[in-house]
């Protein structure tokens, strides 16, 4: 059954009931990790405003500060990103051991990221730069083998006049919301599904208060563009391929269903100057080593600048977290949610004939104590050891107890393999 913690999914559920057990789901179910990329007009103030910082997450800058259209339109003027390189960005991607990169190809300023021909409002009309952001990384995604999907904002949109979210240049009572659906969005969604090669799926977000009726068009319109293209719970009313944690939010408990989570390496989305909270390398291995033993995949964000560089924490921590992958990989991509639960020392994934046990906190006397598993357990070995070699294991009635080294093999989290065939 489909049983979402409501503290985790909010306004974010979905997984249509016909999504269940669908097979065009099962790459994403394997690939477990993804790069969220946000990058636009935002990145230019980098949460500054006429000399002033602007709190909270960067590519909310033009709504928090209420910057009117007429002031912030012409940022893409200013924008050049000379240093954008699609090839490093996909390369960062497989190097952190990510199989999808999705992209804000429209974020909630409404600024397009490519070539629409529904507004001059994007990257090749509008900006000295002039490339096609998308089709660059489409074309390399092609090349070094990563699926590519798109966020887009579909209801919130500052600039468009009967886009929701902005009180400061439009009257919220005269705006056509159903008409800029029907004749903006929908046009758009178009665009992004026939022009850049198959799309793994699309991001949409902020539902607000989109109509059931809107939402399923939204859903049926990219099927019938891309069958297989999956749509993100957040295009609202509970419809979608999948469901979408809260931003940053991880469930307490595995959760029975198609979920994600996104969330930030620092704090902001979008590049914003001062923002240097950068979670620990360790941290972010341990929080996709929850997500994935809970049942969910990590889509992970980066922001880059506006000359198009990655920021340096994000790069080193995403390679670090590529170079865990590397040994332990196996105990990840394509694992299942494991059968212990709600232990705080470690978590667990498995797949048939195998269970893996992620170690966060190594005992001092090196000696692993679980409780009993359902079916015998035949042996045990790390997975970061080569050689395989078997560590000691006794079963009782209440549980398993495994011998291992005294000191942590991987201060990050250490993987035993426990194999019952
Ligand atoms: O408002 C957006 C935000 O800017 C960012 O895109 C995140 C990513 O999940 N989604 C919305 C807030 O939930």
Same mark, same amino acid.
């Not at 489909?2 to 979905?14: M, Q």
């Given at each position: 059954?489909?049983?979402?913690?409501p503290e985790?999914?909010?306004?974010?559920?979905?997984?249509?009931?016909e999504?269940?057990?669908? !097979?065009?789901?099962?790459?994403?179910?394997?690939?477990?990790?993804?790069?969220?990329?946000?990058?636009?007009?935002?990145a230019? /103030?980098?949460?500054?405003?006429?000399?002033?910082?602007? %709190?909270?997450?960067?590519?909310?800058?033009?709504?928090? &500060?209420?910057?009117?259209?007429?002031?912030?339109? !012409?940022?893409?003027?200013?924008?050049?990103?000379v240093?954008?390189?699609?090839?490093?960005?996909?390369?960062?991607?497989?190097?952190?051991g990510?199989?999808?990169?999705?992209?804000?190809?429209?974020?909630?300023?409404g600024?397009?990221?490519y070539?629409?021909?529904?507004?001059?409002?994007?990257?090749?009309?509008?900006? %000295?730069?002039?490339?096609?952001?998308?089709?660059?990384? &489409?074309?390399?995604?092609? #090349?070094? =083998?990563i699926?590519?999907?798109?966020?887009?904002?579909?209801?919130?949109?500052w600039?468009?006049p009967d886009?929701?979210?902005?009180?400061?240049d439009?009257?919220e009572?005269?705006?056509?919301f159903?008409?800029?659906?029907?004749?903006?969005?929908k046009?758009?969604?178009?665009?992004l599904?026939?022009?850049?090669?198959?799309?793994?799926?699309?991001?949409f977000?902020?539902?607000k =208060?989109?109509?059931? +009726?809107q939402?399923?068009?939204?859903?049926?319109?990219?099927?019938?563009?891309? !069958?297989?293209?999956?749509?993100c719970?957040?295009?609202?009313n509970?419809?979608?391929?999948?469901?979408?944690?809260?931003?940053?939010?991880?469930?307490?408990?595995?959760v029975?269903?198609?979920?994600?989570?996104?969330?930030?390496?620092?704090?902001?989305?979008?590049?914003?100057?001062?923002?240097?909270?950068?979670?620990?390398?360790?941290?972010?291995?341990?929080?996709?080593?929850?997500?994935?033993?809970?049942g969910?995949?990590y889509?992970?964000?980066?922001?880059?600048?506006a000359?198009?560089?990655? /920021?340096? /924490?994000?790069?080193?921590?995403?390679? +670090?977290?590529g170079a865990?992958?590397?040994?332990?990989?196996?105990?990840i991509?394509?694992?299942k949610?494991? %059968?212990i639960?709600?232990?705080?020392w470690?978590?667990t994934? #498995?797949k !048939?004939?195998?269970?893996?046990?992620?170690?966060?906190?190594?005992?001092?006397?090196?000696?692993?104590?679980? %409780?009993?598993l359902?079916?015998?357990?035949?042996?045990?070995?790390?997975?970061?050891?080569?050689?395989?070699?078997?560590l000691?294991?006794?079963?009782?009635?209440?549980?398993?107890i495994?011998?291992?080294p005294?000191?942590?093999?991987?201060p990050? &989290?250490s993987?035993?393999?426990?194999t019952?065939?």
């Amino acid at each position: 059954m489909n049983t979402l913690p409501p503290e985790a999914f909010a306004a974010n559920r979905g997984q249509r009931a016909e999504a269940i057990g669908d !097979p065009r789901l099962d790459w994403w179910r394997a690939a477990k990790f993804g790069l969220f990329i946000h990058w636009g007009l935002y990145a230019i /103030p980098a949460g500054e405003w006429k000399g002033e910082a602007i %709190p909270g997450i960067g590519e909310w800058i033009m709504h928090r &500060a209420r910057i009117p259209v007429a002031e912030y339109e !012409p940022l893409a003027a200013q924008f050049n990103p000379v240093k954008f390189d699609a090839a490093e960005w996909v390369s960062l991607a497989k190097r952190a051991g990510q199989k999808y990169l999705v992209i804000t190809s429209k974020h909630h300023d409404g600024f397009c990221l490519y070539k629409s021909d529904l507004t001059r409002y994007n990257m090749v009309d509008s900006t %000295p730069f002039g490339r096609d952001i998308l089709a660059e990384l &489409a074309a390399e995604c092609a #090349r070094q =083998g990563i699926r590519l999907g798109f966020y887009y904002s579909q209801t919130q949109d500052w600039h468009h006049p009967d886009g929701d979210g902005n009180d400061w240049d439009y009257d919220e009572s005269k705006k056509d919301f159903g008409g800029y659906i029907e004749n903006y969005v929908k046009p758009q969604v178009t665009e992004l599904l026939t022009n850049y090669g198959p799309i793994c799926l699309i991001w949409f977000d902020t539902p607000k =208060g989109i109509s059931e +009726a809107q939402s399923r068009s939204l859903l049926d319109h990219v099927h019938q563009l891309q !069958p297989d293209c999956l749509v993100c719970g957040r295009v609202g009313n509970a419809l979608g391929d999948y469901a979408s944690a809260g931003d940053n939010k991880i469930p307490s408990m595995a959760v029975d269903a198609d979920w994600e989570t996104p969330a930030t390496i620092n704090d902001t989305w979008g590049f914003k100057t001062d923002d240097h909270n950068w979670k620990s390398a360790t941290d972010l291995v341990r929080k996709l080593v929850d997500i994935v033993s809970k049942g969910g995949n990590y889509l992970l964000n980066i922001g880059p600048t506006a000359e198009g560089i990655i /920021p340096q /924490p994000s790069v080193e921590r995403l390679e +670090a977290m590529g170079a865990w992958l590397d040994v332990n990989g196996e105990a990840i991509y394509g694992s299942k949610r494991g %059968p212990i639960q709600g232990l705080p020392w470690c978590r667990t994934t #498995r797949k !048939p004939g195998h269970i893996y046990v992620h170690v966060f906190d190594w005992p001092a006397d090196g000696t692993i104590r679980l %409780p009993a598993l359902d079916g015998p357990v035949t042996g045990a070995y790390l997975l970061g050891d080569p050689a395989r070699t078997a560590l000691p294991l006794s079963q009782q009635n209440d549980g398993l107890i495994i011998g291992g080294p005294a000191a942590a093999p991987d201060p990050v &989290a250490s993987v035993i393999v426990l194999t019952s065939e």
